[in-house]
């Protein structure tokens, strides 16, 4: 549902059918909508054979990497010698992303729902959902959930834990959400150890994203044949995918399609389009860390993962973040840089440095201070900043910048030549 | 090739290494050191400061060498163009916020990141017009102080007191270039053992008040030694500086102090220096002590060893002096009735949590155990009420010594006190303290180690070695002496 919209024709939806839906929030609700069904099928099935499932149907990670689900599930130890944990990555902090939200808040049982499956296929006694500090409805909604599920005791012998982060957004990567959990401050931990050997207070973890989670329960109850099915391009990329569309069009929202579905046809048919007297000029999609697209190659993008990649940037947590031809594009980059430089943690000296750096040169190219060598050292910046640190913080500040200047550098060069009146005070 | 080794290839040259070592550590024994900041072989791998990224073929991206373990037929390019790029891409990063303030900076000549940028980094900055960061000068604790301005957040000192300590004061605050090396607002830096993060800091920005603006590092002589400030053995590094022990330092000793010192041992040097010392041989010429050259010393001691009616010989010595020195004050006296016996200071234990079998002992000196070894006792006070009666008493280093005595008394020492009772010795030898001469110490594990000489001794201050030695060679062989 292209919530707040009701349902576009051309929308699959699984995911987001209940959004909106008040009732739905609550466990008798939930049941009655054939909530935890998946689950009582789950715990009467050996976790082997539940990943399996999951592993035929082809889902893959919905957090930004696509990796596919089953697959990470396997790699849990085999003979289990100590604790398993899993994680849910309910820090949705991706600028542009808002899917886990509308998830949490509308269907908070399909997330627990799911978590507890997982919870069963990969033999962890404890999960743990971290929830994003700022998401302060969805959790009084989550909390409400759980302590329904919990009264019920929907989920046997598993125990659910709610975990609030701090307004990290660093804290979205998974194993620096395993040290906020544990408490420590959240920075990457050099891998490996991966989280499958060594995560969660050092014990095998696997960590899953909301929206991941929440497709899980409708594999098992409608089989893996059903989900495979679902796919509009490339067999890799199957399932549904929410896609949270911002920025300059007329009806922006959570929209859920099938992967494979065209880039342009999302844009324009369900989200209206630019505003009336605008065209679309480019657009980030998979959230602000992705390269950006031109007009010309967001509507010849198809949404699956290998499409966005084909397209010349990353599906990435599908957050569309959509510029027309209003928006000052070094501006608009600049604004990112500034939000990768206020969030790196630190660590790495090329993120700690760099972006602050970077967003330094964006800023004093916005004020007419710009030197003509700075777009150059810009893109140096960027080669040193890519590939070379823990987590990709880094890599994600440099994508935007590197694209930008790819593909708009007549705007930087406007700046650059006094041509554009300045739009920042140095 | 050895068994059970991994082979593999750094920079074309072939080395076999254990299984699990690190690849900066196997690239140590192809003589080739990886440039790095956070890497400290004492501390957990943190693998943030990215200065040691390296190429390895068949690998999809340059790694860090810190991090990344050996496996069988890998082939490391630490001179890659990828490689050194990213390097200097590091060192320029490191740079654009540094003070550049080395002409003022303690660290100068011994500074890491000197050296990196030296060798690897290139002239000119592109930070321009830039205002730098800055914050001020932190007062840590009793002997560190932090230049914030300086530091490359390599975390070594946070990792130190959070792992190695287990006194966890210290953290990275804040995010992004604001980050800075915070201290818990109601702790201080005064661990028994925190004036390591100022040796493992590789920047100036952790820099000891002791040492502050004392001497530039290309002035200082390095002298090995060993720590006499417990009987744990750490192995150190006299700084000297004209002469002048200006700095004790660790120096890595796997099996004993690995690579700390306790704060203890580190100010446990001031001494060395003192001004006040005996200078010239004293023989008793009535109720004066009269300079005199070493010849009429010695032969004043040889006719009272030979001269005396009993053959009762009692010696009072110093812990920390030395395992030759003890043995030749013993083969003084073959033929006499002998007692040897020291007393040890005490005072409290101070272990250094992280690492086992290593602690600030109680036990304040350097050479107890060599010297029970050699057959002295630790029965001081039996030794001492014997000494009344001895023929001849010999108080080797022990400048406080309360010995009294109505036999011959001849005190071998560094200093004379005013009121010292070794005043009314027949004999005064002057000696080297341990910066001015070599010998052996033996740890309270039966470990023994050497010393050797950082600076001159005093003016005619002679090891107590040789002076004993003079004595023993003086008396002749054992079997001519009666």
Same mark, same amino acid.
């Given at each position: 549902?292209?919530?707040? +919209?009701?349902?576009?024709?051309?929308?699959?939806?699984?995911?987001?059918?209940?959004?909106?839906?008040?009732?739905?929030?609550?466990?008798?609700?939930?049941?009655?909508?054939?909530?935890?069904?998946?689950?009582?099928?789950?715990?009467?099935?050996?976790?082997?054979?539940?990943?399996?499932?999951?592993?035929?149907?082809?889902?893959?990670?919905?957090?930004?990497?696509?990796?596919?689900?089953?697959?990470?599930?396997?790699?849990?130890?085999?003979?289990?010698?100590?604790?398993?944990?899993?994680?849910?990555?309910?820090?949705?902090?991706?600028?542009?992303?808002?899917?886990?939200?509308?998830?949490?808040?509308?269907?908070?049982?399909?997330?627990?729902?799911?978590?507890?499956?997982?919870? +069963?296929?990969?033999?962890? /006694?404890?999960?743990?959902?971290?929830?994003?500090?700022?998401?302060?409805?969805?959790?009084?909604?989550?909390?409400?959930?759980?302590? /329904?599920?919990?009264?019920?005791?929907?989920?046997?012998?598993?125990?659910?834990?709610?975990?609030?982060?701090?307004?990290?957004?660093?804290?979205?990567?998974?194993?620096?959400?395993?040290?906020?959990?544990?408490?420590?401050?959240?920075?990457?931990?050099?891998?490996?150890?991966?989280?499958?050997?060594?995560?969660?207070?050092?014990?095998?973890? %696997?960590?899953?994203?909301?929206?991941?989670?929440?497709?899980?329960?409708?594999?098992?109850?409608?089989?893996?044949?059903?989900?495979?099915?679902?796919?509009?391009?490339?067999?890799?990329?199957?399932?549904?995918?929410?896609?949270?569309?911002?920025?300059?069009?007329?009806?922006?929202?959570?929209?859920?399609?099938?992967?494979?579905?065209?880039?342009?046809?999302?844009?324009?048919?369900?989200?209206?389009?630019?505003?009336?007297?605008? %065209?679309?000029?480019?657009?980030?999609?998979?959230?602000?860390?992705?390269?950006?697209?031109?007009?010309?190659?967001?509507?010849?993008?198809?949404?699956?993962?290998?499409?966005?990649?084909?397209?010349?940037?990353?599906?990435?947590?599908?957050?569309?973040?959509?510029?027309?031809?209003?928006?000052?594009?070094?501006?608009?980059?600049?604004?990112?840089?500034?939000?990768?430089?206020? /969030?790196?943690?630190?660590?790495?000296?090329?993120?700690?440095?760099?972006?602050?750096?970077?967003?330094?040169?964006?800023?004093?190219?916005?004020?007419?201070?710009?030197?003509?060598?700075?777009?150059?050292?810009?893109?140096?910046?960027?080669?040193?900043?890519?590939?070379?640190?823990?987590?990709?913080?880094?890599?994600?500040?440099?994508?935007?910048?590197?694209?930008?200047?790819?593909?708009?550098?007549?705007?930087? /060069?406007?700046?650059?030549?006094?041509?554009?009146?300045?739009?920042?005070?140095? | 090739?050895?068994?059970?080794?991994?082979?593999?290839?750094?920079?074309?040259?072939? *080395?076999?290494?254990?299984?699990?070592?690190? *690849?900066?550590?196997?690239?140590?024994?192809?003589?080739?050191? *990886?440039?790095?900041?956070?890497? !400290?072989?004492?501390?957990?791998?943190?693998?943030?400061?990215?200065?040691?990224?390296?190429?390895?073929?068949?690998?999809?991206?340059?790694?860090?060498?810190?991090?990344?373990?050996?496996?069988?037929?890998?082939? *490391?390019?630490?001179?890659?163009?990828?490689?050194?790029?990213?390097?200097?891409?590091?060192?320029?990063?490191?740079?654009?916020? !540094?003070?550049?303030?080395?002409?003022?900076?303690?660290?100068?000549?011994?500074?890491?990141?000197?050296?990196?940028?030296?060798?690897?980094?290139?002239?000119?900055?592109?930070?321009?017009?830039?205002?730098?960061?800055?914050?001020?000068?932190?007062?840590?604790?009793?002997?560190?102080?932090?230049?914030?301005?300086?530091?490359?957040?390599?975390?070594?000192?946070?990792?130190?007191?959070?792992?190695?300590?287990?006194?966890?004061?210290?953290?990275?605050?804040?995010?992004?270039?604001?980050?800075?090396?915070?201290?818990?607002?109601?702790?201080?830096?005064?661990?028994?053992?925190?004036?390591?993060?100022?040796?493992?800091?590789?920047?100036?920005?952790?820099?000891?008040?002791?040492?502050?603006?004392?001497?530039?590092?290309?002035?200082?002589?390095?002298?090995?030694?060993?720590?006499?400030?417990?009987?744990?053995?750490?192995?150190?590094?006299?700084?000297?500086?004209?002469?002048?022990?200006?700095?004790?330092?660790?120096?890595?000793?796997?099996?004993?102090?690995?690579?700390?010192?306790?704060? !203890?041992?580190?100010?446990?040097?001031?001494?060395?220096?003192?001004?006040?010392?005996?200078?010239?041989?004293?023989?008793?010429?009535?109720?004066?002590?009269?300079?005199?050259?070493?010849?009429?010393?010695?032969?004043?001691?040889?006719?009272?060893?030979?001269?005396?009616?009993?053959?009762?010989?009692?010696?009072?010595?110093?812990?920390?002096?030395?395992?030759?020195?003890?043995?030749?004050?013993?083969?003084?006296?073959?033929?006499?009735?002998?007692?040897?016996?020291?007393?040890?200071?005490?005072?409290?234990?101070?272990?250094?949590?992280?690492?086992?079998?290593?602690?600030?002992?109680?036990?304040?000196?350097?050479?107890?155990?060599?010297?029970?070894?050699?057959?002295?006792?630790?029965?001081?006070?039996?030794?001492?009420?014997?000494?009344?009666?001895?023929?001849?008493?010999?108080?080797?280093?022990?400048?406080?010594?309360?010995?009294?005595?109505?036999?011959?008394?001849?005190?071998?020492?560094?200093?004379?006190?005013?009121?010292?009772?070794?005043?009314?010795?027949?004999?005064?030898?002057?000696?080297?303290?341990?910066?001015?001469?070599?010998?052996?110490?033996?740890?309270?594990?039966?470990?023994?180690?050497?010393?050797?000489?950082?600076?001159?001794?005093?003016?005619?201050?002679?090891?107590?070695?040789?002076?004993?030695?003079?004595?023993?060679?003086?008396?002749?062989?054992?079997?001519?002496?009666?």
């Amino acid at each position: 549902m292209g919530f707040p +919209h009701k349902s576009h024709p051309k929308e699959t939806v699984v995911l987001s059918q209940h959004f909106g839906d008040a009732d739905a929030r609550t466990l008798k609700g939930w049941t009655k909508r054939g909530g935890y069904e998946a689950l009582a099928q789950a715990l009467k099935m050996d976790p082997v054979a539940v990943t399996d499932v999951v592993k035929e149907s082809g889902l893959r990670g919905r957090g930004g990497a696509g990796f596919p689900t089953g697959l990470k599930w396997s790699f849990m130890p085999k003979e289990k010698k100590r604790p398993h944990y899993l994680c849910v990555n309910a820090d949705e902090s991706e600028p542009g992303t808002f899917k886990d939200r509308e998830i949490m808040r509308w269907t908070p049982h399909a997330l627990l729902e799911g978590t507890a499956i997982a919870a +069963h296929a990969i033999r962890a /006694e404890v999960a743990y959902i971290y929830i994003r500090g700022e998401f302060t409805e969805p959790w009084t909604i989550m909390e409400r959930a759980l302590a /329904e599920a919990n009264a019920a005791g929907v989920f046997g012998t598993i125990k659910v834990y709610l975990h609030r982060g701090a307004g990290a957004y660093i804290c979205g990567e998974e194993t620096a959400l395993m040290n906020s959990i544990e408490g420590k401050r959240g920075n990457p931990r050099i891998k490996p150890p991966f989280p499958a050997a060594a995560g969660l207070f050092g014990m095998p973890t %696997t960590i899953n994203n909301v929206e991941t989670l929440a497709a899980v329960p409708h594999i098992l109850t409608r089989g893996a044949a059903w989900y495979k099915g679902l796919c509009l391009s490339n067999p890799k990329s199957t399932g549904t995918k929410l896609f949270s569309v911002c920025g300059h069009v007329q009806r922006p929202g959570n929209y859920e399609v099938t992967l494979g579905f065209p880039l342009k046809d999302l844009l324009y048919d369900m989200c209206g389009g630019p505003p009336a007297g605008r %065209t679309l000029k480019a657009c980030i999609p998979g959230g602000s860390s992705v390269p950006i697209l031109t007009r010309e190659e967001t509507e010849a993008c198809l949404l699956d993962y290998e499409g966005v990649v084909a397209s010349g940037s990353m599906l990435g947590s599908g957050g569309v973040i959509v510029f027309d031809d209003s928006a000052d594009m070094v501006y608009q980059i600049m604004r990112l840089a500034r939000f990768y430089a206020h /969030e790196s943690c630190a660590q790495c000296t090329q993120c700690r440095e760099g972006t602050a750096w970077t967003t330094k040169i964006m800023e004093r190219i916005l004020a007419g201070q710009g030197k003509t060598k700075d777009l150059d050292l810009l893109l140096d910046l960027s080669e040193n900043m890519t590939g070379k640190t823990i987590c990709v913080l880094s890599d994600s500040c440099a994508a935007p910048i590197v694209s930008g200047i790819k593909k708009f550098r007549g705007e930087f /060069e406007a700046y650059l030549a006094g041509k554009r009146q300045p739009v920042m005070v140095s | 090739m050895a068994d059970g080794l991994i082979n593999l290839t750094i920079d074309g040259a072939p *080395v076999s290494v254990p299984p699990g070592t690190l *690849v900066i550590e196997a690239a140590k024994q192809a003589g080739v050191l *990886v440039p790095h900041y956070c890497y !400290h072989p004492g501390l957990p791998v943190a693998g943030v400061c990215r200065m040691c990224l390296v190429e390895i073929e068949k690998a999809p991206k340059l790694q860090i060498a810190c991090a990344t373990t050996v496996t069988e037929g890998m082939v *490391v390019k630490t001179q890659a163009p990828a490689a050194k790029d990213a390097r200097q891409g590091v060192l320029e990063f490191l740079l654009i916020n !540094h003070p550049l303030d080395c002409p003022i900076c303690d660290q100068a000549g011994e500074c890491e990141l000197q050296d990196f940028v030296f060798q690897e980094g290139q002239a000119r900055t592109r930070y321009a017009e830039f205002a730098k960061r800055f914050n001020p000068v932190e007062d840590f604790g009793p002997d560190v102080l932090y230049v914030p301005n300086r530091c490359i957040l390599c975390t070594r000192c946070v990792r130190f007191m959070e792992d190695v300590a287990q006194e966890p004061v210290l953290n990275v605050s804040e995010r992004g270039d604001r980050a800075f090396i915070g201290i818990h607002p109601e702790a201080r830096l005064d661990h028994p053992w925190a004036g390591n993060v100022v040796d493992l800091c590789p920047v100036g920005s952790l820099l000891s008040k002791d040492f502050l603006h004392k001497a530039r590092a290309w002035e200082l002589d390095k002298t090995a030694s060993i720590c006499t400030g417990c009987s744990q053995g750490c192995n150190i590094t006299l700084d000297t500086r004209d002469e002048v022990v200006v700095r004790v330092r660790p120096r890595p000793n796997l099996e004993v102090n690995r690579y700390f010192i306790c704060d !203890h041992g580190r100010m446990h040097y001031k001494w060395m220096n003192r001004g006040d010392r005996i200078e010239a041989p004293l023989v008793r010429a009535g109720a004066e002590l009269k300079a005199t050259d070493w010849d009429e010393a010695l032969d004043r001691v040889t006719a009272i060893l030979r001269g005396t009616e009993g053959r009762t010989a009692v010696a009072l010595v110093s812990p920390g002096a030395s395992s030759e020195a003890l043995a030749l004050a013993k083969r003084v006296f073959t033929g006499f009735t002998w007692t040897g016996a020291f007393q040890v200071v005490m005072g409290e234990d101070a272990p250094l949590a992280g690492v086992p079998d290593l602690a600030l002992r109680a036990e304040r000196a350097p050479n107890a155990k060599g010297a029970e070894n050699l057959g002295y006792t630790r029965d001081y006070a039996p030794a001492l009420a014997a000494a009344k009666t001895a023929a001849v008493v010999l108080v080797l280093d022990d400048p406080d010594c309360a010995v009294d005595t109505n036999g011959a008394l001849i005190y071998l020492g560094t200093v004379l006190g005013e009121n010292a009772a070794c005043r009314r010795a027949d004999v005064i030898l002057p000696i080297a303290n341990v910066a001015e001469e070599e010998g052996t110490f033996t740890n309270r594990d039966g470990r023994t180690q050497r010393y050797y000489q950082a600076k001159p001794a005093p003016g005619m201050a002679q090891p107590a070695a040789w002076v004993l030695g003079q004595l023993a060679a003086a008396m002749g062989p054992a079997e001519a002496q009666r």
